[in-house]
């Protein structure tokens, strides 16, 4: 089974352990370069996202993360880590930055203003039968996407999922809900990189 990281800095990181482990990936969190050397793919957790800039800075992981995503690492982040998965950010916090990997421009708490938390049924590309059920917390969105990025969802005429190679993100936290479709699309994009690779 390939082994997928969660990194390990702030946020829900133990849901997508679980979520991960369900989604027939042997999962474990990442905090150090040496950790990240030894993963398949990684899972960018909610939280927050200033946060976890701040902290991959301080544990020296921000610069080995761009490596890898820039070479192709499968790579999943959630709210938080949507937004650390995108090139630009709209409104970022001061000292903020990004790994980056997907060309699109990520608006911060978009949803949170009008809401701060809200659960919606999402149609995500790539993921068969129902909807899945998207829980949005204080949630980013995206404002726009440039040409290699696909948008994957869309919820009241904002871009909610999107992938770009092998980089997935999503506004929403499918960790959450007990349906692990989402990880196990995850999963795949993370074996079949593994096949093409060896
Ligand atoms: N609002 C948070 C941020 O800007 C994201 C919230 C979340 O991950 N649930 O990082």
């Known amino acids: 089974a390939p082994v997928i990281g969660v990194l ?13 482990a369900a989604a027939d990936a042997v999962a474990r969190p990442v905090r150090r370069p040496e950790e990240l050397a030894e993963v398949d793919g990684l899972v960018i957790p909610g939280g927050e996202s200033t946060t976890i800039s701040k902290l991959a800075v301080l544990f020296g992981v921000m610069e080995p993360l761009r490596a890898r995503v820039r070479d192709g690492l499968p790579v999943y982040g959630t709210c938080a880590g949507m937004i650390m998965l995108a090139d630009k950010i709209l409104d970022p916090r001061s000292g903020q930055e990004t790994i980056g990997g997907i060309d699109m421009i990520v608006r911060r708490n978009a949803f949170g203003r009008q809401n701060e938390s809200f659960e919606a049924a999402v149609e995500v590309r790539g993921v068969e039968g129902d909807p899945v059920e998207g829980v949005f917390i204080r949630a980013p969105w995206v404002e726009s996407v440039g040409a290699g990025a696909e948008v994957l969802a869309e919820h009241g005429g904002h871009i909610v999922a999107v992938r770009q190679g092998n980089a997935l ?7 959450l809900t007990g349906d692990h479709r989402v990880h196990a699309l995850f999963v795949e994009m993370v074996r079949a990189n593994r096949a093409a690779d060896s």
């Open 169 to 175: 993100a999503t506004s929403f936290h499918p960790e």
């Open 8 to 20: 390990a800095l702030q946020g829900d990181v133990r849901e997508h352990l679980v979520a991960l």
